[in-house]
């Protein structure tokens, strides 16, 4: 019988950011990134902490979740994406970098399983 993984898991870092603050931004970008990947959303749900503070959040996936959370304050932004089966979670890059703007990003690919 061969093995097959369950899912594959980055974890991403974006410094020197933008648009850390725009819930309805954020919320269009973890829709977008699932979308890129094949995935499907089932829920996204957000939480700013307040003027000047920055946004967690998680998108419910099918085939598993994104996470972000922001510091507007620093510019810094940690992104999970962890997905199962066929779709792949390398698609979601493009759509962080196109809204975030990062001056400098770190992705760390993960086996899951």
């Not at 931004?25 to 699932?34: F, K, N, S």
């Not at 902490?49 to 922001?70: D, K, M, P, Q, Y």
Request: charged share 15%.
């Amino acid at each position: 019988m061969t093995y097959v993984a369950p899912g594959h898991h980055l974890l991403v870092d974006l410094w020197g950011c933008s648009n850390l603050q725009d819930l309805e931004l954020i919320r269009t970008v973890l829709q977008d990134a699932a979308t890129s990947c094949g995935a499907t959303v089932l829920d996204i749900n957000l939480h700013g902490f307040g003027e000047g503070a920055g946004v967690t959040g998680v998108a419910i996936l099918a085939e598993s979740h994104i996470s972000i959370h922001t510091w507007p304050e620093t510019g810094y932004a940690a992104i999970d994406v962890f997905m199962c089966g066929s779709c792949d979670p390398s698609h979601s890059l493009p759509v962080f970098e196109a809204a975030f703007l990062p001056g400098r990003s770190h992705v760390t690919r993960c086996q899951r399983g």
